[in-house]
């Protein structure tokens, strides 16, 4: 395993859809992973890397969503009035970049890309919920735009272990590297 440096002027930390009706669905599950995203961000805005905060949505008709003909639905029912509403802990601040995607990636339809090159941020630090899901279609999109990347193992949750693990296990190792809150916080400062 590699020792993993970071930039602070090259890095964003990217979080993904810790938003409060993704949240309740985790139940419990999300605490742990909204803990450590915060320290992540906490981190981050101290030594000036960029935060970007991701949360997925649209107009309440959902008629700028995809509805493709699919054997698993995404979500069914109604979404209440504080769906798409990022998750307070994540102490959002006027400096930091806030995303709205109506798709899986952060990238698809939206600046991302745009704000990221603007502000010569090369290195991506992901985390948030699903991880096979936002965090993966992110993930990839990403890699195929040439950025670094850097996957927060335990700032993550799947909507299954099966499916978390065979994203942090198979997938995201070929694409970045894998580490834990702590040693991106420390890579951050070294």
């Known amino acids: 395993m590699s020792v993993l440096k970071l930039e602070p002027k090259s890095t964003a930390i990217v979080v993904i859809d810790l938003q409060k009706g993704i949240a309740a669905r985790m139940g419990t599950a999300a605490q742990p ?6 320290r992540l961000l906490a981190a981050a805005r101290a030594v000036g890397a960029q935060p970007v905060l991701v949360h997925v949505g649209g107009s309440p008709d959902g008629a700028d969503r995809l509805h493709p003909p699919t054997d698993t639905p995404a979500f069914s029912g109604t979404f209440p009035p504080d769906w798409m509403d990022l ?3 994540l102490d959002r601040q006027p400096s930091d970049v806030v995303v709205l995607k109506r ?6 339809g939206t600046d ?11 290195a991506i630090v992901l985390c948030g919920i ?3 899901i936002g965090v993966e279609s992110t993930a990839r999109d990403a890699y195929e735009r040439g950025y670094e990347l850097v996957f927060a193992s335990d700032a993550v949750a799947g909507m299954s272990p099966e499916a978390h693990a065979n994203s942090l296990e198979r997938i995201f190792p070929r ?3 894998v580490r834990t809150t702590d040693e991106i916080i420390a890579a951050l400062k070294s």
């Open 103 to 108: 798709q899986w990636g952060a990238f698809y």
């Open 112 to 122: 991302l890309d745009l704000q990221l090159r603007r502000r010569a941020r090369t």
């Open 130 to 132: 699903a991880t096979e």
């Open 175 to 177: 694409m970045g590297r």
């Open 87 to 89: 998750i307070p802990d």
């Open 33 to 38: 992973i909204v803990a450590n995203a915060a």
